[in-house]
């Protein structure tokens, strides 16, 4: 029993520093992309705000692990995140595929942003490490929604990396055009992980988590 709570308690110290760089990210991400006109970086922006979503759900269910709650509470509260993310994920995918076609259509490029490659360049280094406990950590408590946490928060060091590149040849070479493709680019990422986490909602039923489907029987 002390492993798994060692490593619920490790999980609860990742995502309140998860929630914590989501939230500036968001803020500063939507914002400087306005105003610079970057595709990649408000979808960068957006992103965050999907996560924050998502982990605040984590913190819950990880919290109520810890407080020796029911199994089938802690199975509802993941199949409830992975089906609510999955399919704003899908709708960010969307998003991203109309703006960009709007900024094809009218030329509209991306102005400098030293601000937004700043962020980008602080996500792309602190996500991985993230994204990597949280898959670790999903394994040792056996949190399938915690893994897939951790997966979003790949799609996030891919988005970082992409705003980089779009908004540093920009920014260099002064291709309006690039920053709309580099958005274009996330889609596929984006979409892959919507449509595992809605996967693993409908098949997954609401108290079959986390390992718990013979205690529910025995209940």
């Known amino acids: 029993m002390a492993m798994p709570s060692a490593a619920v308690r490790q999980g609860l110290q990742i995502e309140t520093i998860s929630l914590g760089w989501m939230v500036v990210e968001g803020a500063i ?120 946490d951790g997966a979003c928060s790949m799609v996030c060091a891919y988005m970082a990396w992409t705003v980089l590149i779009g908004l540093g040849l920009t920014m260099l070479l002064g291709w309006w055009w690039l920053n709309p493709v580099a958005g274009l680019a996330l889609v596929y990422f984006i979409v892959q992980e919507g449509r595992e986490a809605i996967h693993e909602a409908r098949e997954t039923p609401i108290g079959a988590g986390d390992g718990t489907g013979s205690q529910e029987g025995s209940e």
């Not at 595709?39 to 759900?57: N, P, R, W, Y």
């Not at 999955?86 to 595929?97: F, S």
């Not at 942003?113 to 056996?142: C, T």
């Open 29 to 148: 991400g939507i914002g400087a992309g306005i105003a610079a006109h970057a595709l990649a970086l408000q979808a960068f922006g957006l992103d965050s705000v999907i996560e924050l979503v998502s982990g605040g759900i984590l913190y819950w269910r990880l919290q109520v692990e810890i407080r020796g709650a029911a199994p089938s509470r802690v199975a509802a509260a993941e199949h409830r995140a992975s089906g609510v993310v999955g399919w704003a994920l899908l709708a960010l995918a969307a998003y991203v595929v109309v703006m960009a076609a709007i900024a094809l259509a009218t030329h509209g490029g991306a102005r400098p942003s030293a601000v937004g490659l700043g962020l980008a360049a602080a996500a792309a280094l602190l996500m991985p490490w993230l994204a990597h406990r949280k898959q670790v950590l999903g394994a040792q408590i056996g949190s399938a929604a915690l893994a897939a």
